[in-house]
């Protein structure tokens, strides 16, 4: 039984953890499956927006602790993906990722709804930085999470490793939103129907300016993005888009 699914419709790829058993655990089967499902994805100019979800009560619980334990005892003949091949493949990606969050979060899976451009989680789904109650630290994770949370909030999560509610990673800026269940699917519908009114490349342009701007000097990033501006202003996109908004109809890219 496969551990992931997809399912590609109209420039959207699907991903959808469904090793319920294990709690859609970073076990070395789920994380190779991903992997691979990944690579193809970002050769694939069909797939406009990749969104990762869950089946089950929990999206992600982190780390596989029961091959991890083995692999300290040196049972274990497998060798685990490094969690930062996972992680950079979210980030360094050109095309946008979406958290569909319909389960619990916690431990490494707190990495995988930072790590995505925009996430968003119903309101039942607990979070939490749970690593220390099992002797560990969020350590990797801690690359992707501490960027988008206040200091005051990292220090009480991190070092308590209690779970709190969806409404408070949002408010932690660890996630976008949280929102009732039966609004899920609508609420990520619309955010996949504005990316996809954007440019292919302008939207691969503008994930780039989240990354690489807030790690520039002011000086830097005013030479950097003045460059960008101009490459994209000359470019077949750009001018397909400018000469749709004059003629007041949708770009080309819209009926792709």
Same mark, same amino acid.
């Given at each position: ?35 691979? =499902?990944?690579? /193809? ?5 069909? $797939? *406009? +927006?990749? @969104? ?5 009560? !929990?999206? #992600? ?60 989680? =119903?309101?039942? /789904? ?5 690593? $220390? *109650? +099992?002797? @560990? ?5 801690? !690359?992707? #999470? ?111």
């Amino acid at each position: 039984m496969n551990l992931i699914e997809t399912e590609f419709n109209d420039g959207v790829l699907t991903v959808t953890l469904c090793d319920e058993e294990n709690r859609n655990t970073l076990s070395v089967g789920l994380t190779s499956e991903l992997a691979q =499902i990944l690579d /193809a994805a970002e050769t694939n100019p069909a $797939v *406009r +927006v990749i @969104v990762l979800t869950n089946r089950g009560r !929990v999206f #992600c619980a982190g780390a596989d602790l029961s091959e991890r334990s083995s692999h300290k005892e040196g049972g274990s003949k497998n060798k685990p993906i490094d969690p930062l091949e996972i992680f950079g493949r979210f980030r360094k990606s050109s095309k946008p990722y979406i958290g569909k969050i319909a389960g619990h979060c916690v431990a490494g899976g707190m990495g995988i709804a930072a790590a995505m451009d925009i996430s968003i989680a =119903i309101e039942e /789904a607990k979070f939490g930085f749970t690593e $220390v *109650r +099992v002797g @560990v630290a969020p350590a990797i994770i801690s !690359v992707l #999470c501490l960027p988008k949370m206040r200091p005051s909030d990292a220090s009480e999560a991190f070092l308590r490793g209690n779970r709190f509610s969806a409404s408070e990673a949002a408010n932690m800026g660890l996630i976008n939103a949280a929102v009732p269940a039966n609004e899920l699917d609508a609420t990520v519908e619309e955010v996949i129907s504005d990316i996809k009114a954007g440019g292919p490349k302008a939207i691969a342009a503008a994930k780039q300016l989240t990354l690489q701007v807030p790690h520039m000097q002011i000086d830097e990033a005013f030479d950097w993005t003045s460059k960008l501006s101009a490459s994209l202003f000359k470019g077949e996109e750009a001018q397909e888009g400018m000469r749709a908004y004059l003629d007041k109809r949708p770009p080309s890219w819209m009926n792709e």
